[in-house]
């Protein structure tokens, strides 16, 4: 959970935002004493991007068990056979993939965990 999620929780803070949905039924009793409103806004989406030079046209092709375990390490390089095999038409380089992943938690890291669970 996150910071702003774990401050109105607690009632530090009188307004707060999030990418992350909130359970009612998980309300502390403080939130609820103090009447805390859940106001869904927007619906956004995460994104996954690659950078890779594939040639003109090309459209790599992932999907979610090979997006996991690229996110989970097991997934190392580029033309790893799993992604080789969804990917026939492409010459996938020998290139490791580096991975960046956010350093603590957000309502993205954890929309992005339901995702992959």
């Keep these: 959970t996150g910071v702003g999620i774990q401050d109105i929780l607690q009632c530090q803070i009188d307004f707060a935002g ?26 956004s989406a995460v994104i996954i991007f690659a950078h890779l030079s594939l040639g003109s046209g090309a459209f790599l092709r992932l999907n979610g068990p090979i997006i996991n375990d690229i996110f989970l390490g097991k997934i190392t390089c580029w033309n790893d056979s799993r992604v080789q095999q969804l990917n026939p038409s492409l010459n996938l380089p020998t290139k490791p993939i580096l991975r960046v992943v956010r350093d603590g938690t957000s309502g993205t890291t954890q929309t992005m965990t339901n995702a992959m669970a």
């Design 18 to 43: 999030t990418d992350a949905l909130i359970d009612y039924s998980k309300l502390t009793l403080c939130a609820r004493q103090q009447n805390i409103q859940i106001l869904p806004m927007f619906a």
